[in-house]
């Protein structure tokens, strides 16, 4: 992957990636991906779950689509330091009148589980992952984003009052209502603190 074309190397996000101020790059746009489905997992690399992507025919998800300017890889891969890069070409869809070199980072299969209450989801990341949704898809896109990723059962530590992940941002009241709109419709158990004997420690 490193033998890319640094002027036509773009990622794929679908996670914290799609909401652009989480990051610099400006050469973005919406973008589907092919033959992947969104899941929650953890790794022993992260103390918390967040989301990757998995292989399934027939699947396709939403996100954000940016190019990464010459010498950027290193900064990028250090973000996505849990996951591999894997080139997606062929597998994305987008409104160039070309076909870019796009990887998309995925957790390798073997090397993730699901979350638990000891590697519970950030509420303040799901927060800048929904956000991002709502901005580029409206709420169409965003009930899509839901719909569209696996693993709903993982318990949320509510952490808005003091964020842990680095990445966070502030919410607009409807933003924020929207997202906790959305846990009570799945019914996800939300965690008040992080429980005795878990990463925090």
Same mark, same amino acid.
């Given at each position: 992957?490193?033998?890319?074309?640094? #002027?036509?190397?773009?990622?794929? !996000? @679908?996670?914290?990636?799609?909401?652009? *101020?989480?990051?610099? @790059?400006?050469?973005?746009?919406?973008? #589907?991906?092919?033959?992947? #489905?969104? %899941?929650?997992?953890?790794?022993?690399?992260?103390?918390? =779950?967040?989301?990757?992507?998995?292989?399934?025919?027939?699947?396709?998800?939403?996100?954000?689509?940016?190019?990464?300017?010459?010498?950027?890889? =290193?900064? +990028?891969?250090?973000?996505?330091?849990?996951? $591999?890069?894997?080139?997606?070409?062929?597998?994305?869809?987008?409104?160039?009148?070309?076909?870019?070199?796009?990887?998309? &980072?995925?957790?390798?299969?073997?090397?993730? !589980?699901?979350? *638990? /209450? /000891?590697?519970?989801?950030?509420? *303040?990341?799901?927060?800048?992952? %929904?956000?991002? &949704? +709502?901005?580029?898809? !409206?709420?169409?896109? =965003?009930?899509?984003?839901?719909?569209?990723? $696996? !693993?709903?059962?993982?318990?949320?530590?509510?952490?808005?009052?003091?964020?842990?992940?680095?990445?966070?941002?502030?919410?607009?009241?409807?933003?924020?209502? @929207? %997202? $906790?709109?959305?846990?009570? =419709? +799945?019914?996800?158990?939300?965690?008040?603190? %992080?429980?005795?004997?878990?990463?925090? $420690?």
């Amino acid at each position: 992957m490193e033998n890319m074309n640094p #002027r036509r190397a773009f990622f794929f !996000g @679908y996670g914290s990636l799609v909401n652009r *101020s989480t990051h610099a @790059y400006l050469d973005a746009r919406p973008a #589907r991906l092919h033959g992947w #489905r969104r %899941v929650w997992r953890h790794t022993d690399l992260r103390p918390v =779950a967040y989301l990757t992507v998995v292989p399934q025919a027939g699947a396709e998800i939403d996100g954000l689509m940016a190019a990464v300017p010459e010498g950027g890889w =290193a900064e +990028l891969d250090l973000r996505e330091r849990a996951y $591999d890069r894997i080139d997606a070409n062929g597998q994305i869809t987008h409104d160039m009148t070309h076909a870019p070199d796009v990887v998309v &980072y995925s957790i390798p299969e073997g090397k993730h !589980g699901k979350p *638990s /209450r /000891r590697c519970p989801v950030l509420l *303040s990341y799901l927060d800048v992952v %929904v956000q991002g &949704y +709502l901005r580029e898809f !409206g709420e169409e896109g =965003a009930q899509a984003f839901f719909d569209t990723t $696996d !693993g709903w059962d993982a318990p949320v530590l509510n952490d808005r009052a003091a964020p842990v992940y680095p990445r966070s941002q502030t919410l607009s009241a409807y933003e924020q209502g @929207y %997202v $906790d709109h959305m846990m009570d =419709a +799945l019914k996800i158990t939300i965690m008040p603190d %992080v429980p005795d004997g878990a990463w925090r $420690d």
